[in-house]
């Protein structure tokens, strides 16, 4: 998994009505989901999960698995987190039909971070390879 953290304080601090575990995120999602479709993705709506939000990104037959969650709310700004994996889900026979192409996880982090860039709210981006806080992060993907 690819993983990118910055600080915003742009993004909601009210969890939603419906949200598992009171989690955060929701907005961030959606604001990311839309940019990668206005830049030509297939996406999936955005769904909750346990840790945070996300949602199916499609590209050459193959599907991505953006996550958001808040990585540190108790700094200010708050640290969010944004994964990307190839990962089906429950779409597992799309692993059989389709593999990704060389180059498909670095182009859609490419484009995670032209958008993260475009926002002014963002500072600090960090992209990281293993595990956040794992090993030495980067200022691009």
């Not at 490419?110 to 992060?137: D, K």
Request: proline share 6%; aromatic share 12%; charged share 20%.
């Amino acid at each position: 998994m690819v993983m990118v953290t910055f600080y915003s304080a742009t993004y909601s601090l009210i969890p939603l009505p419906d949200a598992t575990n009171d989690v955060l995120g929701h907005d961030l999602a959606a604001w990311l989901r839309a940019g990668l479709v206005e830049r030509g993705y297939d996406a999936t709506p955005v769904i909750g999960e346990d840790y945070g939000y996300g949602f199916h990104l499609r590209l050459n037959r193959a599907y991505y698995w953006i996550s958001v969650s808040m990585a540190d709310g108790e700094i200010d700004p708050p640290q969010w987190a944004v994964g990307l994996d190839l990962d089906p889900g429950c779409l597992w026979i799309w692993r059989l039909k389709a593999r990704p192409q060389k180059g498909d996880k670095q182009a859609i982090a490419r484009s995670l971070h032209a958008l993260l860039l475009g926002e002014p709210g963002i500072t600090r981006i960090e992209w990281w390879r293993q595990a956040v806080g794992q090993g030495t992060s980067t200022a691009e993907p």
